[in-house]
């Protein structure tokens, strides 16, 4: 059996330490760029982070079945320090605001881990370091469960960027979100959900590989417009109650993009679903890991509700 306090104890710090490595990497002279596709870089932080992350899961849980962006395994020395799994304890993800009492433990068998070690690598190498994140996704039977977001950059100014990691986590069976900046703290902050206004909802959508068209249908939602790089950057605008949609009209992101923001979107009384009111299916022996159906996403379901005819058909 997993234990989800076990699991965040563990997840926390491999999200922390996977963005020490992205900044290292982002300082070093030369950060290892490849094209795996058309604007679809890869570096060596992508895949150092991941390696590092999959070991130490299967440190603690060696039958996990774990699904990674990355193919290629960093084969040098990684010189971080091993997780520990009792940092947290199980009363802090025990019960819900009205003192329910939640599900603490599940099955290996029927568990997976979604890793995106590094999302928004493009941005990472046009040096748009605050759209970059870590997305840790543990689905149970094929839907999303819990999430972990580390954000390890805040913009300071145009072209300033400060390494302050900050990371997102969450269950949605507990209907909580929590936060912390580091690895020593024992008890997390927790997350507010945000408020929004109705006469001028924010939508949150890709800022690259972006045609005429698909901006112009975009706009045809008839909401303000947030435009950025990275589903975890465009996750956390939501969460954050910065922006209330997040909104992609394209194939091109995959079940480790989706999977952290699907349980965090839950958590909140959300929902994250398809163009078309799909609803994801996190299954580890599929042939291939695309999303074929775009999304629609807020913390807010009445959100979708209201938008889904709009977007129905659109993809």
Not at 4 to 33: C, K, M, W
Not at 234 to 246: A, M, N, P, R, Y
Request: proline fraction near 5%; charged fraction near 25%; include cysteine.
């Amino acid at each position: 059996m997993l234990k989800v306090h076990e699991f965040f104890s563990v997840a926390t710090q491999l999200a922390y330490n996977a963005a020490i490595i992205i900044n290292q990497i982002r300082l070093s002279p030369d950060i290892g760029q490849k094209q795996k596709g058309i604007d679809d870089p890869v570096t060596i932080a992508d895949i150092k982070a991941q390696t590092y992350i999959v070991q130490q899961l299967h440190k603690h849980w060696p039958q996990l079945k774990i699904v990674g962006e990355e193919s290629t395994v960093y084969d040098q020395p990684i010189d971080l320090p091993d997780t520990h799994c009792n940092r947290y304890t199980e009363d802090i993800f025990s019960k819900t605001p009205n003192n329910i009492k939640v599900r603490s433990e599940y099955e290996i068998d029927d568990l997976c881990v979604w890793v995106d070690p590094l999302d928004g690598t493009l941005d990472f190498v046009l040096g748009k370091y605050d759209c970059v994140t870590t997305l840790i996704g543990l689905s149970y039977k094929k839907q999303a469960l819990i999430g972990i977001i580390s954000q390890p950059f805040i913009k300071i100014s145009e072209q300033q960027y400060e390494f302050k990691p900050k990371i997102y986590f969450g269950h949605h069976p507990q209907k909580r979100i929590f936060y912390t900046y580091d690895i020593q703290s024992l008890i997390p902050f927790e997350l507010k959900k945000a408020s929004y206004d109705p006469s001028n909802i924010i939508l949150c959508t890709q800022d690259k590989r972006l045609t005429e068209e698909k901006l112009q249908k975009i706009k045809s939602l008839g909401c303000s417009l947030l435009q950025m790089g990275g589903s975890g950057k465009k996750s956390l605008t939501v969460l954050e109650g910065k922006g209330d949609i997040f909104f992609y009209l394209g194939v091109r992101m995959c079940k480790w993009d989706i999977c952290a923001p699907d349980a965090l979107f839950q958590a909140f009384g959300g929902r994250f679903v398809g163009l078309e009111g799909q609803i994801y299916q996190y299954n580890s022996e599929d042939k291939t890991y695309d999303n074929p159906y775009g999304h629609l996403a807020s913390i807010h379901g009445e959100l979708v509700d209201k938008f889904l005819p709009k977007t129905t058909g659109m993809l």
